[in-house]
């Protein structure tokens, strides 16, 4: 399996740009979860779904962010303006149930840099 | 507020000897704990686990306790390998309660010295 992949690995914008970012699960794993990992917070769960279905959105910041999940296989994050403040590293992770106490398995990772 | 801290953002130690990480949580509703260890440039993956009806659970060189009245977990690394280099989180979460979602730490950069 190729595990979670991400897509890009790498994005630099400027501020007020619109930003996506990708993430593709483990075939068979129907709960996706996107993190944001900084320095002062370290990982921070954004937004979780199971079977499709956004379950918990609490930890996403503004009203700025947004994410999708259209089909079992894709999922974005959207930051709509992006600000210098969300820079950051995101993470996509999917784990075979909707129970996360369950080992989620991550991707590799978006850095993002916002200038 | 950070309901799972790992106060000590960095640790070096030499090789073959013992690592120990430490993480407090405040949650008392949490019941279930992982370990997470990171590469740089890759995701973090899945170390070790423990449940609050244990106080140990022990997978090869990793042993991780857990001390429910302190609210405090640790990860032991014995012996330390410079392959053990990394960060490390620590994350909690609340099967019985179903809080639904694992909470990180900051994570603890842990470095070997051969």
């Known amino acids: 399996d190729a595990g979670v992949i991400q897509s890009p690995r790498h994005e630099v914008t400027e501020m007020g740009q619109e930003v996506t970012l990708r993430c593709k699960p483990i075939s068979g794993h129907n709960s996706l979860f996107w993190y944001r990992q900084t320095m002062m917070r370290g990982l921070e769960l954004l937004i979780y779904f199971n079977n499709n279905v956004p379950i918990d959105d609490s930890g996403m910041p503004e009203d700025r962010f947004s994410a999708k999940m259209p089909n079992a296989s894709f999922s974005t994050l959207k930051i709509q303006p992006s600000e210098p403040r969300d820079s950051a590293v995101y993470f996509c992770a999917s784990s075979p149930n909707d129970d996360s106490y369950n080992e989620q398995f991550f991707g590799p990772g978006t850095r993002l840099t916002v200038l | 507020d950070q309901q799972v801290k790992q106060n000590s953002p960095s640790l070096s130690v030499q090789e073959g000897r013992i690592s120990i990480l430490n993480c407090d949580y405040t949650?008392?509703?949490?019941?279930?704990f992982l370990w997470y260890k990171k590469y740089p440039a890759e995701g973090p993956t899945f170390l070790i686990s423990i449940s609050s009806i244990k106080d140990k659970n022990e997978d090869g060189r990793f042993t991780v306790f857990l001390n429910k009245s302190a609210k405090h977990l640790s990860l032991h690394i014995v012996p330390s390998q410079p392959g053990d280099s990394a960060v490390y989180f620590c994350a909690a979460t609340g099967r019985t309660s179903n809080t639904g979602k694992l909470i990180f730490g900051q994570g603890t950069t842990l470095q070997v010295k051969p």
């Open positions: 949650n008392s509703m949490f019941d279930y």
